[in-house]
């Protein structure tokens, strides 16, 4: 029987934006973008309604632009610069993420196959709970991103969506927060 996918935890989550910046995003595909874009938003706008560490990374700036404004502007702090694809490979990432004390991430971004997927292969093995958002991923062609997402599965993360996420971190409806971060998700 294969093990039970873990539960969220408020405090023991990380909610992880991958380099989502503005000159990689014309090469996705534009309703696929558009997801990520809504379910990334409401899972930072989720992570900083419950107090969950917010992180972002943004590969190669000098070459790859900056993270998308529409992102940018719900940051609680700048994003991490990196030149690994996997940000478990980057030093400064790697003692961000020490500091937050806790050990499940979620994650979106881009691209699936390459910078979300090694993320997720490093960090599993590194022994953190990953769980990986279907519908707030994105690779320049469809076939990459279902590879990335079997591939982050193969790994060892849950393979989830953003909302599925968001209301297990909830846990409950009829509180604040629920009514603060469900719109986003509608």
């Known amino acids: 029987m294969p093990a039970p996918h873990p539960k969220l935890h408020r405090d023991r989550t990380v909610i992880l934006v991958v380099d989502v910046q ?38 190669y700036p000098k070459g790859l632009g900056h993270t998308l404004p529409a992102l940018a502007e719900l940051l609680p702090s700048p994003p991490l610069e990196k030149v690994h694809f996997s940000c478990g490979a980057d030093p400064v990432f790697q003692r961000t993420l020490e500091t937050t004390g806790r050990k499940q991430v979620v994650i979106t971004g881009m691209e699936t196959h390459v910078c979300v997927f090694q993320t997720t292969r490093d960090l599993v093995a590194m022994g953190f709970d990953v769980q990986v958002c279907a519908d707030a991923v994105s690779s320049r062609t469809e076939e990459h991103r279902v590879r990335g997402l079997d591939l982050c599965r193969q790994a ?9 996420a968001i209301f297990d971190l909830l846990h409950r409806a009829a509180t604040p927060e629920f009514k603060a971060v469900s719109p986003w998700v509608k």
């Open 22 to 59: 503005d000159r990689l995003t014309p090469a996705m595909p534009p309703e696929a973008l558009a997801r990520l874009v809504k379910y990334a938003r409401a899972l930072i706008h989720c992570g900083k309604t419950l107090g969950l560490p917010v992180l972002c990374t943004e590969q």
């Open 156 to 164: 060892g993360a849950v393979v989830t969506t953003a909302e599925t």
